[in-house]
């Protein structure tokens, strides 16, 4: 189209470009198949991951692509994991429908949130999300007779996957069944990001004020992904219930809602490969140093927070591409 | 009945009291300089344990212990707001949210370093003990001081505000920065020194509070949702906003907390987001 | 209305900031393809009256008629839809993204595209087509794939441009399109401006009297939120309120 200019090309081609696979990330997914082999006596830690990189998923496309500012994204963590233990508890333990159930309910009850969050922002926001966290919290709590209350949900049992592949102690079966879920919902993920809606959602990032000047009802845009982002946390919190077999309160603390936002600030937001990069390196890093001295975990974090924010504003990824010269 | 929710509404506002103390200085600084702290509860840590420090290592009494607690956490303040939180007034609300996070992390991780994770006592002296009677109630002695103190301190910050040079500069920058500038105010030895004194003033408010809530290092993270609730709802930049959101939250919480336990807290939160969503800007919320 | 073909019409529009009356019985009408010039002193409420006009500031009263229809209710993105649209005079862009993005956004959010998150952002083929014809309209072609931070700052002034045009306006609103361009470029720029569209209608503010005398059709005189005058160049140029209030202080200014 243009020939004058070489170096330019074809629009057409360099759009295409940019959500082109790079030999990386088969690399990557490949190598997600390596604890099967190198470590199986880890697999139980490599599904929590992966469940975890799924939820640090969910919360990078509000957080890191729309630019919502979010604190309390664990109360859709946590409606899904209780609303696969209630109905596994009440006799339905078949996990696949299970997960589509409980993504479902906290899809629902992030639709309706979305329309509260996408009124308030700055300050507000980040209180509406913290308020609506601890809320959820607190409800379930008060709510012993369906929830156990402080106790946990007991009596959980989910049946094998397609009646064949019973969970086993080992975790083959587990890190399995979150491995791919979590490669399903970064499919998703990734066709949403590289789609013209994903690329509204960088508008309303980059420039918000913009957004009504060019007709653009970006509220519905944020409403939008928010219930999409919404189920899949509930999609993650479910993974952790059926591969567990246990919930309980912690699976919608502002502790999770707070340590997955610290996964994507060290891995990178707006970048999905950030987030899961995130979930490894904290997971991990708080299993092997939490058996050493668990107090001072946070102290690490927090150092690692401060350094982040000062000088790696994109994320450990973000500092890597501009290190190896990449446009981010 | 009339005596229980006289005491319920006693007691609460002055847990309201003790939270407007360490809250009224973040929502000043929230309103100066928009630099969302939320590190601002861990001054107030720190001024608690100083005031355990003075107490029990210089033998300092309760009444002197309570301005070193307001000094030591102004001094270390401002250090931190010169050096480092500068850095961030213009690096957008995400970054500041998790470098004050970070910051808390931390500081609660150096708490547990030096102090454990035992709740500090402090001995009050006898003065401040046991409680008065009227009209067939007790009423403690130490949070009629409480109340006291914050009136002090309420009716010193706005006839601060209202009054003194400081105070216009402040109150010039808080409604237009760039204006401020322009008429040849320093704006950044402002921000150094309403920063200082605010959070001064929650290492005032977490001596306080050792006696009422206790101490240990959790304190930051505890306190930091009561205070930000009271500045997000009282409205930035507001000293009214935040003494009416205090004693509303600590009526509130105390109330619920007696007459509801199974849903008090969830009656807060509920509120906190209903107000929220009517008020966004807070209930005497300007901008 | 009926005997002229006005496409955006204002009817006594009114707006006070406590006692500060920003904009005082404004009624205007822009006739299909028009090129007006919207001037006035400093403070004269020329881009309280554009805010007024898209929907950013609600007026105390007076009517908004686009193609006969009232939008005064209408919000600013709905109106956008219906073909009113304006630039920034402080660019208003998106830094990280590149210029065929983000006039690929603009379109896809004008033909409704915009919600698919189940396509690719590379089979809208049509869009992407039309983002960058328009960017070869505008010059832009060869930044097409740069990011718009990185752009030199008379380009991102195009981009400004480019993106409301993706929108297809009927009127288009340009709050102060040289702002900051060297007088040299502006020129250029103002060339690029004149070669839009002819069914497009265009009101701009300008404060360089010669790109306004050169490009106007017709020029209204804001002065404390009210029209002053509203005629011909050649008429504005000679008349002696316009001035005494606006020529003198620029010269002044000057």
């Known amino acids: 189209m243009n020939a004058a200019n070489p170096t330019l090309g074809d629009p057409h081609v360099w759009l295409k470009r940019q ?107 980040i209180m509406v999300t913290l308020g609506l966290g601890f809320l959820t919290l607190e409800l379930a709590n008060s709510m012993s007779w369906l929830t156990g209350g402080a106790d946990g949900l007991r009596g959980i049992s989910t049946w094998p996957i397609f009646n064949q592949f019973r ?14 879920a979590l490669f399903v919902g970064f499919l998703i993920s990734r066709r949403i990001v590289h789609s013209s809606f994903g690329l509204s959602l960088r508008g309303i990032r980059e420039n918000v004020t913009r957004m009504p000047a060019i007709g653009s009802d970006y509220k519905f845009h944020l409403r939008k992904i928010y219930t999409i982002s919404a189920a899949m946390a509930g999609v993650a919190g479910a993974l952790l219930t059926q591969t567990t077999n246990t919930v309980a309160l912690d699976s919608l603390s502002f502790q999770r809602s707070a340590d997955v936002v610290v996964m994507l600030i060290l891995g990178g937001t707006g970048r999905l490969y950030g987030a899961i990069l995130g979930a490894i390196i904290f997971l991990i890093a708080r299993d092997q140093l939490s058996g050493v001295n668990p107090q001072y975990w946070y102290f690490w974090i927090g150092v690692l927070l401060m350094i982040v924010v000062l000088f790696m504003p994109k994320g450990i990824l973000g500092f890597l591409a501009r290190i190896a010269g990449r446009r981010d | 009945m009339i005596n229980q929710i006289v005491i319920v509404l006693f007691d609460g506002f002055a847990f309201g009291m003790l939270l407007f103390v360490l809250s009224v200085g973040l929502s000043v600084t929230l309103g100066l300089m928009n630099f969302i702290n939320l590190a601002h509860g861990a001054f107030g840590m720190l001024g608690g344990y100083i005031a355990v420090l003075t107490m029990r290592q210089l033998g300092l009494p309760f009444l002197l212990a309570l301005p070193a607690a307001f000094l030591a956490a102004a001094l270390v ?29 931390v500081a609660a991780a150096l708490a547990t370093y030096f102090f454990g994770t035992v709740q500090q006592v402090i001995p009050l002296p006898s003065w401040l003990r046991g409680s008065v009677e009227f009209a067939g109630m007790r009423f403690g002695v130490y949070r009629i001081f409480i109340i006291v103190v914050a009136l002090a301190v309420t009716a010193i910050l706005v006839f601060g505000l209202e009054r003194t040079r400081l105070g216009a500069q402040i109150r010039a920058s808080v409604d237009n920065q760039r204006v401020a500038q322009g008429l040849g105010m320093n704006v950044e030895r402002t921000f150094a020194i309403t920063f200082a004194l605010g959070s001064g003033l929650a290492g005032l408010g977490g001596a306080l509070a050792i006696e009422i809530v206790g101490l240990d290092p959790s304190f ?20 009214t906003g935040s003494f009416v959101g205090a004693a509303l939250l600590g009526i509130g919480d105390v109330a619920g907390k007696y007459f509801v336990p199974e849903i008090g807290s969830f009656l807060i939160y509920l509120l906190l987001v209903a107000i929220l969503l009517v008020r966004p800007r807070g209930i005497f919320g300007k901008r | ?125 049509e869009a992407i087509d039309e983002a960058f014809a328009i960017l070869q309209q505008l010059g832009l072609a060869d930044v097409a794939t740069r990011l718009t931070r990185t752009l030199a700052y008379g380009q991102q002034r195009l981009l400004e441009i480019a993106l409301a045009l993706a929108t297809r306006p009927k009127v288009l609103l340009l709050d102060e399109p040289a702002a900051g361009v060297p007088k040299d470029e502006s020129a250029a720029l103002f060339e690029v401006i004149a070669a839009l569209p002819a069914d497009i209608s265009v009101l701009f503010i300008e404060h360089d009297m010669d790109i306004v005398f050169r490009f106007a059709s017709r020029i209204i005189v804001l002065v404390a939120g009210g029209v002053l005058v509203e005629d011909t160049p050649d008429e504005v140029r000679n008349d002696p309120r316009v001035r005494e209030v606006y020529l003198g202080q620029a010269a002044h200014h000057g």
């Open chain 2, 220 to 239: 930051g993270f505890h306190f930091l949702v009561y205070v930000l609730i009271v500045v997000s709802v009282g409205g930035l930049g507001s000293i």
């Open chain 1, 19 to 125: 959500s082109r696979w790079s030999p990386f990330e088969i690399l990557f997914w490949l190598a997600a198949l390596l604890p099967f082999f190198l470590f199986p006596t880890y697999l139980t830690l490599a599904s929590q991951v992966a469940i975890v990189a799924l939820f640090a998923i969910s919360v990078d496309l509000v957080l890191g692509y729309a630019g919502i500012v979010t604190l309390g994204h664990a109360m859709f963590f946590g409606l899904g994991a209780y609303a696969a233990g209630i109905i596994s508890v009440h006799g339905w333990g078949e996990p696949l429908t299970g997960l589509i159930f409980a993504g479902a309910f906290a899809g629902l009850i992030g639709f309706i949130v979305s329309f509260l969050i996408v009124r308030v922002q700055h300050l507000a926001l």
């Open chain 2, 77 to 105: 303040s401002v250090v931190f707001e010169r050096t480092l939180f500068r850095r961030l007034y213009k690096a957008g609300e995400l970054n500041q949210v998790l470098f004050t996070i970070g910051m808390v992390f």
């Open chain 1, 167 to 180: 969970f086993d102690l080992w975790g083959y079966t587990a890190y399995s069944y979150s491995l791919i």
């Open chain 3, 1 to 125: 209305m009926a005997g002229q073909d006005f496409v955006l019409t204002t009817q006594a529009l009114k707006k006070s900031f406590g006692k500060l009356e920003v904009a005082r019985d404004i009624s205007l009408s822009l006739p299909r393809g028009c090129r007006y010039a919207l001037i006035g002193p400093n403070g004269a409420g020329k881009t309280t009256l554009i805010n007024l006009v898209n929907g950013q500031l609600k007026p105390d009263s007076g009517r908004i008629l686009l193609e006969g229809e009232d939008i005064t209710r209408l919000l600013p993105a709905d109106r956008v839809r219906r073909g009113l649209t304006r630039t920034f005079q402080i660019n208003q862009l998106f830094p990280d993204l590149t210029p065929i993005e983000s006039v690929t956004l603009a379109v896809t959010e004008r033909d409704g595209t915009a919600g698919q998150f189940w396509r690719s952002l590379h089979s809208h083929t």
